[in-house]
């Protein structure tokens, strides 16, 4: 059974699939916990399926690397196979990353390396991109920079809007976290570098 905690930033639409895939006794891996970096109403499907949850908000800390640091005391005390960044919106510090290589992978809503950061929808419809989609990839010290894992490709419907288009992009993550996730537990993705 592969061990998991996610972290999140937002509504949790991403995390609320996985956790509806390990509901099922079938599926080879658990949620262990659940960890935002502000008061995210997507801690709310976390509770709904009674796994633990936790915030550090990086606005307490002196530094990046004092925040993340009380984040990994969280995931220690836990032992996880795999982090999650599932709509985690902050950048985690070298040491961070450096700790975890190999258990951190992120999604992100374009087909890396195109679009990397924080607004790659709007900045595919800002650079008149016909396609996007969606990346599950090995987190680095880089910004959307780690090595890919999985892809999937969408075709940009002409004169959609940039909420639409995001939308659009979730239905993909939703599904291919989950399936990304089982591919791990069962050893069909290997995380080394």
Same mark, same amino acid.
């Given at each position: 059974?592969? %061990?998991?905690? !996610? ?5 949790? %639409? ?8 390990? +509901? #099922? ?5 658990? !949620?262990?916990?659940?960890?935002? +970096? ?6 709310? =499907?976390?509770? /709904? ?16 690397? +004092?925040?993340? #640091? ?13 982090? !999650? ?9 070298? #040491? ?9 992978? #992120? ?11 924080? =607004? ?13 989609? %969606?990346?599950?990839?090995? !987190? +680095? ?11 999937? /490709? ?37 995380? /080394?570098?």
């Amino acid at each position: 059974m592969l %061990s998991v905690v !996610v972290l999140i930033s937002g509504s949790g %639409s991403n995390l609320r699939a996985l956790l509806e895939a390990c +509901d #099922n006794p079938m599926f080879p891996a658990k !949620v262990l916990a659940v960890g935002a +970096d502000q008061p995210a109403s997507g801690l709310a =499907h976390a509770e /709904e399926f009674d796994v633990p949850t936790f915030v550090v908000e990086n606005k307490y800390f002196a530094s990046r690397d +004092d925040w993340a #640091n009380r984040i990994s005391e969280h995931i220690e005390m836990l032992k996880p196979d795999l982090i !999650v960044l599932a709509g985690f919106m902050k950048i985690l510090p070298a #040491n961070f990353v450096n700790k975890y290589r190999g258990r951190l992978i #992120n999604l992100h809503p374009s087909l890396l390396p195109q679009f990397p950061g924080a =607004h790659a929808v709007r900045d595919a419809l800002s650079a008149g991109a016909t396609k996007t989609g %969606s990346t599950i990839h090995l !987190v +680095d010290e880089g910004v959307d920079t780690g090595r890919v894992l999985v892809q999937r /490709e969408l075709a940009i419907p002409p004169g959609i809007s940039e909420a639409a288009l995001h939308e659009l992009i979730k239905e993909i993550e939703r599904e291919q976290l989950v399936r990304t996730v089982y591919e791990i537990a069962a050893k069909e993705i290997t995380l /080394e570098d």
